[in-house]
Structure formats: C-alpha cells, structure tokens
C-alpha cells in the first residue's frame, strides 16, 4: 500500500480512521499508470473530456461539474440545490426587482490566498459579455442592464451595470425584473477572476500550474482524456467543513468502461449508468442506486438551413413517427418521461406545455405523418434520406437506432446514425453545411423555465440551427418584463407552444440523473438540478 502524505496536520490515528488514505484502488490514468492521491480522495467518473476550465467560456456538462468545485459565484447551492449564500453574505434587492446589492464575505480568498473583492465580479461579468470572449452564453447576462449591448458590440464591457461600491460591496442593476436572477448567479458565467492572473496569462490562466481558483478546490492536475485532479483550497472560507482532500475528475465516454471501473473499486460515483445494465444494477446494487428527476431534456435538433429541413412539414413528419413511449420504455429504461415539450418537468412556477396531437392514438399520429411528409414530396419512390449525428455513447447510439428504426417503418426514411467524441461534435454543430440531424440536451442552468426557452431566441449563442422567429421573441421579451409570475408564466408558455409548433427540434424525453454512488461516500443527496458539490460529501470506509 503506498504512503500517502496529508494537506492538514493530523494524527496517525485519525489518519488510518479516513477514508482513501492508502487506499490506492481507484487511481489511475488512461494508459493503467498510478495517478497519485493525496489525503481522503474522492474518484469521480465525468463522462467526456471536459471542452475548457475557463469558466466563462465552458458550455457543458462535464466541465460544469469541475468549476462548481473550483469557483464559487455570488450564491451557490445546498445539498439539494437549493440557492444560499456564496461568495456573497447577504444581499438586498430593490422594491422594483432591478437593484440587487451583495455584500461579500470578509474571510473570501482567492486559493493564492488573495482576498475575494467585488472588482473580480466585475472583472469576472464584464468578461462573459464581452464579444472577445466568445462565448455562447454570454445572452444569460442580458438580464442585466447593458449587457446586449455590450454583447452586440454597441457599448465597452466597462458599461455593464455591474459596479463595485466598495472592496466587499457589490452592485447589479437589470434592465428588468428577473426571478430567477439569484440562481443564475451560481453559473459559471457569473463567477468572478483572479485579476492579476488574467493580466499575466491571458488565456492560459485556467491551466493547471496557473490557475487561481475561490471554491472549495484548486486545479493540480489536467491530463487530457485521463483526469483531472483537484486539490483542497486552504484559503476557502468554509475549509473546516469541507471533508475531501482530493478530487479526481475521470474521462470516460464509454459509460461501459465507467461502469466496469466501478465495479472494480476504481470509482467512487459515476457519471451516469449504461442503460442496458439497469436491471442488473437495481437488481445486485439497489442501494448504490440513485436515480431521481432531472431538470433537463434530451432532443435531436434540426438543421433548419439546409433542405428538406427548411420545411416545417418534414420536421413535423420526423417528430410525430417517433413512439416515445416506447423510448422511455423498451431504451432507455431507467425512468425516463417521454417529452412532447421541450421545458423539463419539475421546472419551477410554470405550467407544462404539451403538442395538440400528444394524445392521439399510434395510429392517427402516424397517418398524418406519412400525409405530411408526401405533401413536402417525399414517399416510396423518392425516400428521404439523411444522417443522425450523435456524441460516442452507447446510450446515445442505441437511441439513435431505435429511433432510424421508427422512421424506417412508419415513413420509409433511410436515416443512419453516426458518431463524433463530444468536443468535436461542438465543433461540428457549428459548421451548418456539415450536419442535418444532431443529438443534443440541455440542462437548466437555474430552475425556471425561462432558462430552456431563451437558448431558442433569434441570436442566442446555443442556437446553432438559427431558427428564428419574430413572434416568439416578443413574447420572451414581454415575459421579461412581468412581474406577475402567474402572468409570467403564461407567457413562457405561449412562447413554447410558437416554439413547438415550428418544430426546430424534435424532444424525445426528460431525463433522470442516474447515479452509482459508493456506500462509504456520505452526504449524497440526488436533486433536480443535478449538480453535485464534492465538498458536500466525505468518505466513510469501515476498517
């Protein structure tokens, strides 16, 4: 058993009483070679390579998880992802909803042991907008005043109304009340910059070796399609209650290969489950089991540029000869609701929205998909043909089958699915001319659901089919401005349903967070966001 040395001055007897000291059984790299652990480490499965730690430019769900343990914005999450106090300790908010002021916590410091001031949210904002950015989520900033017109080009990044009153005050006005506005401060779009580091490195400065980070870790370790190893941050203000020395992050697309790691003793939680070995796992593993409704939605996106998915007819057709009971059922498996909407069940304040023909029988839904579908001119003699891209999984391309199955036996469509590793098929979503059918989900950055139906506006950074449409955007715009969440809710509502009935995507189903978590990692808690802090958990092996 190898020595491994702690970060924090205990005894020899407490040592050999925590967990993964010694341990040794899940630490290693892609190519078999011994990553090295220090203290209580905590082995996590994390799907694909993350796209980027720079926490203003990353856009997806493995890296969301390593920046959540690395920085920490205004306010954060509790255990069940309720919204608390983070950076800042407390706060006001206008009686009109459009100023909020944060005070920030005295004892907040960077992982160089530099103090957290309100210039590095301002700092940290102003980069999100700013278009030499280039991120795609630079449009969840628009709530705040300034902000898409800085995004747009019309106004410098220092116009941003985000301004610090003081070194631990700061203040934030917005163009218009916005409810969700205390969540979306725990997005990695928010989180604010170590100054100096930036200044020095440019762009570099989310590299290990370099990066300066103010949540509960700092980043040690990057080996690209390995790992990526976290280390405790002395520095972070609720240190005492954090119970975790080590974090390591590991790269697997193949949800198998996770799986059999597991199995092995390698990891401690993963990332998600193969669906195909659910009953297994409910059967010999019940209680390492979790799995729990999930703020997110699985879909196929249309390429709206490109013939024939130009026309509404064909998306219409391909989205109502999908049986998604069926999915949910005999695919995946583990849960799943099948969606005929694309905001997420459970979402907050919002009343679902359904398509009109979500309860016709089989049989007349696929009727008029085969009349729509001839009418746009296409049938025996002149099949539609097309490729499904998809990200590697096997999950993924199961789905992809099954659904090429459906549209193969209801309207004679020759779909073949394909695959791309993940950061390539981000890239690839870009290039308009190189796709016409793409797996894709999302998942609410905050609960409302506003945050599924903003991505759809005309411009919006992760509208990458361009579908646009005047309607539906002063629609958003008006629920913006309502402060009724009753009225609100309406709205958002209706926008969906003009959304929906153009059919830019196709929803399949709602996900569910699907867990195996080790019975010595205590604190777990599943929630509807999904989101899963290391420094709310310890290990708890029995010697």
């Given at each position: ?12 007897i407490?040592?050999l ?24 480490t ?15 430019r ?9 920046l ?17 106090p ?28 530099d ?42 990044p ?9 070194t ?31 200044a ?10 370099i ?24 520095y ?19 949800i ?7 199995r092995?003793g ?8 193969p ?12 209680d ?5 409704p ?10 709206i540029t490109?013939?024939?998915?130009d ?7 391909l ?10 059922e005999?695919?995946?498996?583990v ?9 997420a ?6 009343t ?16 008029e998909?085969r ?12 099949p539609?043909?097309?490729?499904i ?10 789905l ?33 001319s190189?796709w ?8 609410g950055?905050?609960?409302?659901a ?11 950074g992760?509208?990458?089919?361009q ?5 539906y955007?002063?629609v ?11 009225a ?12 929906l ?13 699907k ?29």
């Amino acid at each position: 058993m190898p020595a491994c040395a702690r970060l924090w001055t205990l005894s020899l007897i407490s040592l050999l009483l925590m967990a993964g000291c010694g341990d040794g059984s899940g630490a290693r790299d892609g190519t078999g070679a011994r990553i090295a652990d220090q203290g209580v480490t905590f082995h996590r499965g994390n799907g694909g390579e993350p796209d980027t730690l720079d926490p203003h430019r990353s856009e997806e769900t493995s890296a969301g998880e390593i920046l959540r343990d690395l920085y920490e914005g205004l306010t954060t999450e509790a255990v069940d992802s309720t919204v608390v106090p983070g950076m800042a300790e407390s706060w006001e908010i206008s009686d009109d909803g459009l100023t909020y002021t944060f005070q920030l916590r005295a004892d907040a410091r960077w992982s160089n042991g530099d103090p957290v001031v309100a210039d590095d949210f301002v700092l940290g904002m102003r980069r999100s907008v700013d278009p030499a950015t280039a991120t795609s989520y630079a449009q969840m900033l628009w709530p705040i005043r300034n902000a898409r017109a800085v995004t747009e080009g019309r106004l410098p990044p220092e116009e941003l109304a985000v301004v610090a009153l003081d070194t631990r005050v700061l203040e934030i006005q917005l163009e218009n009340p916005a409810p969700y506005f205390l969540g979306m401060l725990t997005h990695s779009a928010t989180y604010p910059v170590h100054g100096p580091t930036l200044a020095e490195h440019g762009g570099r400065f989310a590299r290990a070796g370099i990066k300066v980070s103010n949540g509960a870790y700092q980043l040690d370790e990057w080996v690209v399609q390995s790992h990526v190893r976290l280390r405790r941050n002395p520095y972070y203000y609720g240190n005492d209650d954090v119970h975790i020395d080590t974090v390591i992050y590991y790269t697997t697309e193949d949800i198998s290969a996770e799986f059999n790691r597991y199995r092995a003793g390698e990891l401690d939680f993963t990332f998600q489950i193969p669906n195909n070995q659910y009953r297994w796992i409910r059967e010999n593993l019940p209680d390492e089991l979790h799995v729990a409704p999930y703020l997110s939605t699985y879909f196929y996106q249309l390429n709206i540029t490109q013939p024939p998915f130009d026309d509404v007819r064909v998306r219409q057709a391909l989205s109502m000869a999908i049986d998604r009971e069926i999915i949910t059922e005999r695919v995946t498996g583990v849960g799943e609701r099948p969606a005929y909407a694309f905001v997420a069940d459970g979402v907050a304040n919002y009343t679902p929205v359904r398509y009109e023909w979500t309860d016709w029988p089989v049989e007349r839904r696929h009727a008029e998909a085969r009349r729509l579908l001839a009418e746009a001119g296409f049938g025996p003699d002149r099949p539609l043909r097309f490729d499904i891209l998809y990200n590697t999984s096997e999950n993924h391309r199961r789905l992809a089958v099954a659904v090429a199955s459906m549209w193969q036996e209801v309207l004679g469509v020759q779909a073949s699915p394909y695959n791309q590793e993940w950061k390539v098929m981000l890239q690839t979503r870009r290039d308009l001319s190189a796709w016409r059918v793409m797996r894709f989900g999302w998942v609410g950055d905050y609960n409302d659901a506003y945050t599924f139906l903003e991505i759809k506006k005309t411009g919006h950074g992760q509208n990458t089919t361009q579908w646009s449409n005047a309607e539906y955007d002063a629609v958003l715009a008006r629920a913006s401005q309502t402060r009724d969440m009753e009225a609100r809710a309406a709205l958002l509502a209706q926008a969906e349903n003009i959304m929906l009935n153009d059919y830019p995507i196709i929803p399949l189903y709602f996900y569910v967070s699907k867990h195996l978590v080790k019975p010595h990692v205590v604190g777990f808690e599943a929630n509807i966001m999904d989101r899963n802090y290391s420094r709310h958990y310890r290990i708890e092996r029995r010697r």
